[in-house]
């Protein structure tokens, strides 16, 4: 048996260990007691209207403060504010707002719902010894809280949060709290002077209690009734009945299950060292584990190539004849790819899908049938080349799966101007976001670049109003033979269990529309680049994948997946091998 050594215990944060954590899941509860509890409080919560006049002790008030403080937030922003309001004077003002509004409100409604509005007792910002107004300070952009970038708004739900928490420990107390909304959100401001940039989310009555509802307020008034919990729970997506939303892409792929994914983490928390000590390469190593790699120890490069008529228009700083030359030296196992997954301990596969003139040498030959395109003018391939691009790529991907790791790389002159084109049909985005120099380019030639990716854009959106619905479409609209046989690989991989690592720009777009055919692919995919191609990063953002090198290689050829292969082969190396703790 192989030696252990004790598990080093951190003195500050989580103390537990992985098998301490699997065998006991439900560690974290804190029992029966403690649960039944909550769940009484969260049961009994009332929107409080009526309010005895008798003092809140502070130490009370802090306790219900530091509950809401202690709510969750985006980015740990923290953004609430509460403004304790005791002043006689500014109640009333509020008052006089609340008033007003409720008979504007009312003016709006129909006869019978007008004066049940009316009958609702409101008098409790008046009544209730404190007023606290929940502020949230908006004044930090959104895109500098992590979080917000995508949900604007999670400040705002944040601080509902602390409302939820400042409640249920005011309930728990004793104490009543109503929560009242009817105010011009800028006449509320206005009087207790919040500077701009910092809104309200209503006044909060807090008090001991003079009333004790047994139900809901608006529910016993008959205003309406809490639905049964089965009208409000939906699984997995929208039910197509209710919006006429269309049914989810039928995917045939699966992700690795949970057991799979907390198992490598598992797996890795037992080794001698602290969890997470090797940064991005662990949650690569994480993601091939869950795979069912552990053991895996080489794999394959396959190089896909391919010429494109849009060359034609001076989109490239090379001849397309250095195609077949690139090709010629990677079946000779002397190109920079080449050397670079020999140096990694990867096999390769030459695939010519598409290279001009005569099949090359060596190579295995994969090339579309019908006439191609330039983009420009008509699109890249027929539909039927694209899918049968996608099917010979996906029996690829199979076959290369079998030796561990897949790589990915390409070669073809003008072939970031495809890949700029199919990023932008696929993610609806902008030329100029998308195009960069490519290999040995200027500014002479990327504006080549951006103005036929352009019109490509513009020809393709006219034709086919699918195009960033149907991938297939996308593929053979603004692709290449060698883009949909690359994706064909990594559908083909992924279905055989294995990783893929990816490249530069070209891989990446190849991915994303595999991602688009099989959702269940994702898991699979390991970035291991980030190129110089500027639209490379709206990709791996979409892909959702942090790649694993960072180092400005613009060679192709799969230089970059080769090197990240082989870090990768050494992180599993590393896991393998590393001394584990006992417990």
């Not at 009994?44 to 008798?54: I, K, L, N, S």
């Not at 009945?241 to 699966?254: C, E, I, K, T």
């Not at 000779?332 to 050397?339: K, N």
């Not at 110089?532 to 050829?557: I, M, S, T, Y």
Request: proline share 7%; with cysteine; net charge negative.
């Amino acid at each position: 048996m192989a030696e252990t050594w004790p598990r080093p215990v951190p003195l500050v944060g989580d103390t537990t260990s992985a098998s301490q954590r699997a065998a006991d899941p439900t560690g974290w509860a804190m029992g029966e007691q403690v649960r039944d509890a909550l769940h009484r409080v969260v049961g009994a919560r009332r929107d409080v209207r009526r309010f005895r006049p008798d003092p809140v002790p502070a130490d009370v008030l802090e306790r219900v403060l530091s509950a809401a403080h202690a709510a969750p937030s985006v980015g740990h922003s923290q953004p609430w504010r509460f403004l304790v309001v005791q002043d006689a004077g500014t109640r009333d003002r509020a008052a006089v707002l609340t008033d007003r509004e409720r008979l504007r409100q009312a003016a709006q409604l129909e006869p019978d719902a007008a004066r049940r509005l009316l009958d609702l007792q409101l008098e409790g910002v008046r009544e209730a010894p404190l007023g606290v107004v929940v502020c949230c300070d908006r004044r930090t952009p959104a895109a500098g809280v992590l979080g917000r970038a995508t949900f604007p708004d999670a400040d705002l739900w944040s601080c509902a949060a602390a409302i939820q928490n400042l409640w249920l420990a005011a309930r728990a107390e004793g104490l009543g709290l109503g929560w009242v909304t009817l105010f011009r959100p800028e006449e509320l401001a206005g009087l207790l002077g919040l500077p701009d940039g910092v809104v309200t989310l209503g006044w909060l009555c807090l008090g001991w209690p003079d009333e004790r509802p047994p139900a809901p307020g608006l529910e016993r008034a008959g205003w309406s009734r809490r639905l049964p919990l089965s009208d409000v729970v939906l699984h997995d997506r929208w039910p197509v009945d209710d919006a006429g939303a269309p049914a989810a892409p039928p995917s045939h792929l699966r992700a690795p299950g949970r057991q799979a994914v907390v198992a490598a983490r598992d797996q890795a928390d037992r080794l001698l060292t602290p969890p997470g000590s090797l940064g991005v390469l662990d949650r690569a190593v994480d993601g091939v584990v869950a795979l069912g790699g552990a053991g895996t120890s080489g794999g394959t490069l396959v190089l896909v190539a391919a010429d494109h008529p849009v060359a034609a228009h001076g989109v490239s700083a090379y001849s397309p004849g250095v195609t077949r030359d690139v090709v010629h030296a990677a079946v000779g196992g002397t190109s920079l790819g080449a050397t670079a997954a020999r140096t990694a301990g990867l096999g390769v596969c030459v695939v010519d899908a598409g290279v001009s003139g005569d099949p090359v040498p060596g190579a295995t030959v994969r090339r579309p049938v019908d006439p191609r395109g330039d983009l420009v003018d008509r699109p890249a391939m027929t539909p039927e080349d694209a899918r049968r691009s996608l099917d010979a790529g996906r029996e690829l991907g199979r076959v290369a799966a079998a030796a561990g790791l897949v790589a990915l790389g390409e070669v073809g002159v003008g072939n970031t101007t495809v890949a700029a084109a199919l990023a932008c049909g696929l993610l609806d985005a902008d030329p100029a976001d998308a195009v960069g120099l490519g290999s040995g380019a200027d500014a002479e030639v990327l504006a080549r670049k951006r103005q036929v990716v352009g019109e490509a854009l513009g020809r393709a959106r006219r034709s086919s109003p699918a195009l960033t619905r149907d991938p297939v479409v996308a593929l053979a609209e603004l692709g290449g033979p060698e883009l949909a046989a690359l994706a064909g690989v990594v559908l083909g991989a992924a279905e055989a269990g294995s990783a893929v690592v990816l490249d530069g720009y070209a891989t990446s777009v190849a991915a994303l529309a595999a991602v688009r055919l099989e959702p269940g692919v994702q898991p699979a995919l390991v970035a291991g680049q980030r190129s110089r191609e500027r639209g490379h990063e709206l990709v791996l953002q979409d892909l959702g994948r942090e790649p694993l090198l960072d180092l400005r290689v613009r060679a192709g050829e799969g230089v970059g997946a080769a090197l990240a292969s082989g870090l990768l082969l050494a992180g599993l190396a590393l896991r393998r091998e590393t001394a584990r703790v006992d417990s």
